[in-house]
């Protein structure tokens, strides 16, 4: 039979593991939202790119090939949607500070728990 060693299940090493793994689940909180804020911004900016061209082309009084209705309901298309997708991102950015607030004190456990390899 193959031996396995039992594991040290002191309080220590108990307390260790589980700031480990807080470290790990908050490391991955942290990634996503930056990810979430980056799509979205790369969205938001797409958003304002096509608003701006669409107010370029009635400013400058170019022959249309849409109706000014159509123009219109895209433009308000648009700043519904520019509107929806700030607001998105303002939230994003209260959730990356509690994120980052998260990985700092799951950092500071881990190294007052003696994980400091882990941090």
Avoid: C, W
Avoid at 2 to 14: G, K, N, R, T
Avoid at 71 to 97: A, G, N, T
């Amino acid at each position: 039979p193959v031996e396995i060693p039992s594991p040290d299940l002191s309080h220590a090493f108990l307390i260790r593991q589980a700031t480990i793994l807080s470290l790990e689940t908050s490391t991955i909180t942290l990634n996503r939202t930056i990810q979430a804020f980056l799509d979205l911004s790369q969205s938001y900016m797409k958003s304002l790119s096509e608003l701006t061209g669409i107010f370029e082309m009635n400013s400058e009084n170019l022959p249309m090939i849409f109706t000014s209705q159509e123009l219109y309901d895209e433009m308000v298309r648009l700043k519904i949607k520019v509107k929806s997708e700030k607001h998105q991102l303002l939230e994003l950015k209260m959730l990356y500070d509690y994120s980052k607030k998260l990985m700092e004190s799951s950092i500071e456990a881990a190294f007052l728990a003696g994980a400091e390899s882990a941090s």
